[in-house]
């Protein structure tokens, strides 16, 4: 290195050297524990301003409280509700010590010796509402009492903040059994009650002073999420997270003495009573307040946000489709039944669901005879099975995959399977072979005409030839939901759990050629403060146009000549299929026209909903399947709910026709196989009167040249029900008893 090198190195040091220094000299630490004080001294000065600032203000007055507002998708109102405040204030005497200790264990375990606030609690709710994500806990049962008392809910920086102010300064007002009593007796349990009083009277029917430890604590624990802690509408989730907490309350009564261990070890959880609906819920109100509600909680819009008031949510109801439906019920179904002096008539329960296809829009929704009667909306629930309206899945799934048969042919419509009843199937690990409808064989039969007569053979196979888990794959695409849904054979029957809501969704889907359509009845939530744009759900493409076009064409078939004919009518263009659950505990019609789809079913329960039953014996008509009251109930609304009738027809592009084998030789053609042709038409299809169940096989007669037959894969000898492939769920015994896949 050269000399003029060795400079400018030098000089090159040097500057770093000087700059090293420089940062060294800005950052000391006299001057950064400087910095650190100050910054403090400063964050004391304004926590002090603030201090003398904030004064407690006036209660927030409870008795200022608006109602609630749900209106129609015209802006006519359906309901009002929170007109007053459930609530009626208790001494604290009243209540016993032990289900006081009960909510101090379970919100703020050191209540009576802390100043009234949570510092790293606040904090931490601060720092998570200034990142936007939401409501934090850890805050003193003060605090909570403040902000019940004095503030709003709203969760905001400066609402954080005035209430450590204020919660400061109570705490000094106040004596505990004061702050205790007020935060009791203010704060929101659900069910509509405000207050302890209230709560005890919703849970328990009893008064608050007749409260004893078990239900304290189960009150208690309440607090934390009441909506999602309610065990009568609770996920299993929630149950078990509500259990959890019971738990952890009593053991912290424990911890602090106010409960001994072989007192704790007597206490059984215990179980609120079925909530009351409240007054103004009747008919069908209540069932679609209840699914706004829900739709709202997902939205971020919580039971405690709702019970503030001042909101107005607008569903997306049309009120005169809503009045169709009612009606179509009331006329095809309720009319009928002896409820009263028919024990058959007493458990039968329907519900429906009525989407617009292009926009995923509930239009008018069904939850059973009346709100205040049966609490659980026939609509939403997902506890039965949708039966063969489940064969249209497998079908789209084997339309999207390209799936072949086994002797490799495209299924499609034209595509021929063996209808035998009890035929096993070929080429899966789980043998099943069901039996059809009445144990009726068809022999040789089109995908479409298998459809028409919802032949459980020939989708038993079909789902084979897919695979099971393809098919599930479809279907939850589709958006049926992933309940009790094993992957094997049995499935193609429909034996997973889904409610009217969904399948209207699924069936909306292959309306929308197969674009995604999600149901939702919630158009907007208004507040004075805030205003709640919904979610709109996504519209990606589920299935391809062809595969969901083909599936429509196939369901026109099952109502124009098959066992969905009680919808047809010349007033409208429809698709659909039927459904009948093992046992007949359930009956399904699933339909759409071009512009409206709607999913009816008829469910058997029994022991106050506890039981599924047999439909069969409703107002004395034999066996209720789909293609009955469900199938006539879709009839009736459609026309109702499409002004008489519309002249629009399915646009299908692209419908797959499948492939046919070439006949076989006829040495190789089986002597008595049933013909296609005899595959019977609308009159021929089996009555809801056992008397008129037509006999067990067609008569067989030559096939005409015209007619496509194939040649049957190989099978194994008949296989008796496999108990494996039951899994506990109903319907899903291979052999069954003829009534599954009406």
């Known amino acids: 290195m050269g000399r003029a090198d060795a400079r400018r190195a030098q000089a090159q040091e040097s500057r770093r050297a000087a700059k090293s220094g420089g940062i060294r000299r800005l950052f000391t630490w006299k001057k950064l524990l400087g910095t650190f004080f100050g910054i403090v001294l400063l964050g004391m000065g304004a926590f002090g301003a603030l201090y003398l600032y904030v004064d407690v203000p006036a209660a927030n007055a409870m008795a200022e409280r608006q109602s609630n507002v749900y209106k129609y998708s015209d802006g006519t109102v359906l309901a009002r509700t929170g007109k007053g405040v459930n609530r009626q204030i208790v001494d604290l005497g009243e209540v016993p010590k032990k289900v006081q200790h009960a909510f101090v264990a379970a919100e703020n375990k050191t209540f009576y010796k802390d100043q009234g606030v949570d510092l790293k609690g606040t904090t931490r709710a601060l720092l998570s509402t200034v990142s936007g994500k939401g409501k934090q806990g850890g805050s003193t049962i003060t605090q909570q009492y403040v902000k019940n008392y004095y503030l709003t809910q709203d969760p905001t920086v400066s609402r ?133 509600n829900k739709e709202l909680e997902k939205q971020g819009v919580t039971e405690e946000d709702r019970e503030a008031g001042g909101w107005t949510f607008t569903l997306t109801v049309d009120k005169k489709r809503q009045q169709a439906l009612e009606k179509a019920v009331d006329d095809q179904l309720e009319s009928k039944l002896d409820r009263e002096g028919s024990k058959v008539d007493a458990t039968v329960q329907a519900g429906a669901t009525s989407v617009d296809p292009k926009t995923g829009k509930v239009v008018a929704l069904y939850g059973g005879e009346d709100y205040i009667k049966h609490y659980i909306s026939n609509a939403t629930r997902q506890d039965y099975q949708p039966a063969s309206t489940f064969k249209p899945l497998v079908l789209a799934s084997a339309l999207e995959n390209e799936s072949t048969t086994q002797d490799g042919s495209l299924i499609g419509l034209n595509t021929v399977y063996d209808g035998t009843s009890k035929r096993p199937v070929v080429g899966s690990d789980t043998p099943f072979n069901p039996q059809n409808e009445d144990d009726r064989s068809y022999g040789p039969i089109s995908v479409q005409k298998a459809m028409n007569s919802s032949v459980n053979s020939v989708f038993a196979q079909m789902i084979v030839d897919v695979t099971p888990s393809a098919a599930k794959q479809t279907a939850l695409d589709l958006g049926v939901p992933d309940k009790n849904f094993p992957e094997r054979p049995a499935v193609s029957l429909g034996t997973m759990n889904a409610s009217t809501w969904d399948m209207a969704g699924a069936y909306a889907t292959l309306d929308n050629h197969g674009r995604k359509v999600t149901p939702h009845i919630l158009q907007s939530a208004e507040h004075r403060d805030r205003t709640v744009n919904p979610e709109k759900p996504k519209r990606e493409q589920a ?65 106050g909903g506890r039981k599924q039953v047999s439909l069969t014996g409703t107002a004395n008509s034999g066996r209720a399947n789909g293609g009955g009251f469900p199938a006539r109930i879709w009839a009736d609304y459609t026309l109702g709910a499409l002004g008489g009738g519309s002249g629009k027809t399915f646009d299908l592009q692209d419908v797959e026709r499948g492939e046919v084998p070439a006949p076989p030789t006829p040495s190789d053609t089986p002597s008595e196989e049933p013909t296609e042709s005899e595959e019977p038409t609308p009159s021929d299809t089996p009555s809801e009167t056992p008397s008129e169940t037509p006999s067990e096989s067609p008569s067989s007669s030559a096939p005409p040249t015209d007619s496509p037959t194939v040649t049957t894969p190989p099978t194994s000898p008949e296989l008796p029900p496999q108990p494996g492939e039951d899994d506990g769920q109903p319907g899903e015994r291979p052999g069954g008893n003829g009534l599954l896949g009406e």
């Open 543 to 607: 299935i391809s146009r062809a595969s969901a076009d083909t599936v429509t064409k196939a369901l026109t078939g099952v109502v124009d000549a098959g066992s969905g004919s009680a919808a047809n009518t010349s007033a409208y263009d429809a698709a659909g299929k039927t459904g009948t659950s093992e046992d007949n505990k359930s009956a399904w019609f699933a339909g759409y026209t071009p512009e409206l789809t709607t999913v009816v079913a008829l469910f058997g329960e029994g022991d």
């Open 160 to 292: 954080k903040l005035k209430e450590l102010v204020i919660s400061l300064k109570i705490d000094q007002q106040k004596s505990k059994d004061e702050i205790l009593a007020g935060y009791i007796n203010t704060a929101y349990y659900g069910r509509g009650a405000s207050g302890i009083q209230a709560a005890a009277q919703a849970y328990y029917g009893v008064d608050a002073k007749d409260l004893n430890v078990s239900q304290g604590a189960y009150l208690a624990s309440l607090l934390q999420a009441p909506s999602q802690y309610d065990w009568n509408s609770a996920t299993p989730t929630g149950k078990k997270l509500v259990k959890e907490r019971w738990a952890y309350t009593l053991r912290n009564m424990v911890e602090m003495d106010w409960l001994t261990e072989s007192e704790k070890a007597k206490l059984k959880f215990a179980y609120p009573q079925k909530p009351k609906p409240a007054a103004g819920m009747e008919g069908q109100t209540g069932y679609l307040v209840e699914a706004a």
